[in-house]
């Protein structure tokens, strides 16, 4: 079959396309999705829909014959992929007029910056280095091995956490005694620690900042002893194709350090499968291995390019590995220094369609070859206050945008449309040049990170919950459809979680994941995965909400309305003294999760929770990632 991953990226004839993104040498690979790190060296307890993998050999016919077993196709979670999901992060410019200037501009005056205060070292002069002298022990010895333990939520069983697990990966020194690695090597970590080249001793590192939709994650080491002699890494600018690219890290097949060389391939757009978002990446051939992640990619200069973090996997396609670009890598690290903490890449909002045929753009009055057409604006998106569905964006801070959704990247290149997107930051202002109604027009559009109504990853690390006689409430996530299997999900969640579009800041959809069999709540003992639509005839907003309404009811039935018009009704007071015995027999701390003890505040008003048929949902599976749509 025909998979497309991004709007904007490749498409291969394959029926086990798949993507991986690597953190460890200690496990057999598995699917890139957005979940725990699938490389460990102790396997989880058992889950429910879900089974553990096997360890994988260092040997290489072990390695072959884990290859081979990738290539039979696997039973796919029907959760929302990285190909099918309802909205993408855009890549953006951080300024106006020309790309090529714009992104260099700002990548040097980030290094400037860094340099004067002696931070992260990025320096982007040509550092003197001869061609292929990566043998240098300075710049090897900046790469060092991350050891992480890992201790992830138990979505299903939202009031514990699996048993912990350990995972190894790779890192780099970028100066004022941080680490770069990538988002996913340091996952649900209780603990990390770090060793350098030629060293037996391993220093703990504390986690400053993840960033999972760009999947990068800045660490630091107090000791002195870790620094000394250590010298970082400086940043080079984005290469060109064909140039040469050398991988380090600490992958499969040994303990020490290893180097493997290739070439770049392809620059553009990429899915990242960590965070499931879409930014710019860098496609090389150079072999990228288990333990490879969050090492850093050199070009002959000995600069670093970029950092490993995923690699293609099919039946038809060998030696696709992506790199994350310095031009991300610096966005990242601003971010932080600006607001002491990752915030994210912007987004518009916005669901767009190419005007490739002159019909249509006669029709909608659009005189030259230009332009993309406004089809859905998300209801969450500060675009919703500027732009209208009908409205042609043909220009995005003064960069014209093409009739394929495409702009100009570099000397002779083009490039999808949402990469002037991700080079804003969150609260960055831009000036979007639109047609509407035949009649050219200049907006201003705020730009904020996307709110997902289903979300990919937690804040936390912790779902929240609350049990009320026996019946457990929880958030539907992306992580916890991972846990489920098929037959206990629900085709209807499925489909909402893959299509549906929030419609009001902090909407959730509230499931019944189980019910903790009692006396009490007798004849729903079957009920699972379904969700609550209504309390006490109030529509339910999120989480928070439903645990407000049933701490203020005070009538004498609790009744949870779910959909299918299916209904469930305990008495208040039975329900009330019944929890206790449950919280009990069934080991369980508390009734609650901590984060719905605080006092619930309501910033949305009755009026913003409309009923919606999912016949309405704002998205169908025709919008999803095709060549003729997209998000940004």
């Known amino acids: 079959m025909a998979v497309v991953v991004g709007s904007c990226c490749f498409s291969v004839l394959t029926s086990t396309v798949k993507f991986r993104r690597f953190a460890t040498s200690q496990r057999s690979i598995g699917s890139i999705t957005p979940k725990a ?59 106006g007029g020309d790309i090529n200037r714009t992104q260099s501009t700002s990548f040097k005056s980030y290094g400037a910056q860094k340099k004067d205060k002696k931070e992260f070292m990025f320096d982007m002069k040509e550092q003197q280095v001869e061609p292929g002298n990566l043998q240098d022990g300075a710049i090897l010895n900046a790469v060092v091995k991350v050891y992480c333990t890992h201790t992830a939520p138990d979505y299903s069983l939202p009031w514990q956490k699996q048993r912990q697990f350990t995972s190894t990966g790779s890192a780099f020194m970028i100066g004022d005694g941080k680490l770069l690695t990538n988002a996913h090597c340091v996952e649900y970590h209780t603990q990390v620690k770090v060793k350098r080249r030629g060293d037996d001793t391993k220093y703990v590192a504390k986690v400053l900042a993840r960033g999972v939709d760009c999947d990068i994650a800045l660490l630091s080491v107090e000791s002195k002893e870790f620094w000394e002699g250590a010298e970082s890494l400086n940043f080079g600018r984005l290469p ?10 600490y992958p499969l097949g040994g303990d020490t350090i290893s180097v493997t060389k290739g070439v770049v391939s392809r620059i553009e757009v990429t899915s990242y499968a960590h965070g499931s978002s879409d930014l710019l990446g860098i496609q090389i051939d150079a072999a990228i291995n288990p333990g490879n992640s969050g090492g850093p990619a050199f070009n002959d200069q000995g600069e670093c390019i970029g950092v490993a973090f995923q690699v293609y996997r099919s039946e038809e396609a060998e ?3 992506y790199v994350i670009p ?28 190419k005007l490739e045929n002159p019909a249509l753009r006669a029709c909608l009055r659009v005189k030259s070859n230009e332009g993309v057409l406004v089809r859905r604006v998300e209801p969450t ?95 539907l996530s992306e992580p916890l459809i991972d846990e489920e299997c098929e037959e206990t999900i629900g085709l209807k969640l499925l ?21 903790l069999a009692n006396e009490v709540n007798i004849g729903y003992e079957d009920m699972s995965n379904q969700q609550v639509l209504k309390f006490n005839g109030s529509r339910i907003k999120n989480i928070h909400h439903l645990a407000h309404l049933i701490d203020s009811c005070k009538d004498k039935h609790l009744v949870f309305e779910f959909e299918d018009n299916y209904i469930a009704v305990l008495e208040r007071e039975a329900a009330t003294a019944a929890s206790s015995c449950i919280l009990k027999d069934y080991g369980i701390p508390s009734e609650r999760s901590s984060d719905l003890s605080e006092p619930y ?16 949902s704002p998205v169908s599976n025709l919008e999803i990632g095709l060549d003729g749509l997209l998000w940004a």
Request: aromatic share 8%; hydrophobic share 35%; charged share 25%.
């Open 601 to 616: 505040v309501d910033l949305w008003g009755d009026n913003q929770a409309i009923d919606q048929d999912f016949g309405e």
């Open 319 to 321: 030696n696709i590995g």
């Open 495 to 515: 489909a909402k979680a893959r299509y549906s579009l929030a419609r009001f800041k902090g909407e959730q959809i509230v499931i019944l994941s189980q019910v």
């Open 240 to 249: 060109c194709l064909q140039d040469a690219v050398t991988v380090v890290g």
């Open 37 to 95: 790190i699938s490389h460990r060296s102790k396997a989880s307890s058992p889950k429910r829909g879900s089974s553990s993998s096997s360890s994988s050999s260092s040997s290489s016919s072990s390695a072959k014959s884990n290859r081979e077993k990738e290539a039979v196709p696997q039973k796919k979670i029907p959760g929302r992929s990285n190909d099918e999901r309802p909205f993408s992060y855009a890549d953006g410019n951080s300024g």
């Open 381 to 475: 998106s500060d675009a919703n206050n500027v732009l209208k569905e009908g409205d042609v964006i043909v220009s995005f801070d003064g960069v014209r945008v093409g009739c394929e959704g495409t702009v100009p990247f570099r000397s002779n290149e083009r490039i999808a449309f949402r990469y002037l997107i991700s080079q804003k930051f969150a609260g960055d202002v831009a000036e979007l040049g639109i047609i509407r109604a035949g009649k050219f027009m200049k907006v201003q559009a705020d730009l904020n990170p996307r709110v997902h109504l289903v979300p990919y990853h937690i804040d936390g690390d912790q779902p929240s919950y609350i049990i009320i006689a026996g019946l457990v409430f929880t958030p």
């Open 326 to 353: 310095t031009t991300v890598v610096s966005h990242f690290l601003e971010d932080y220094e600006r607001n002491g903490k990752y915030t994210g890449f912007p987004c518009l909002g916005v669901l767009l369609q």
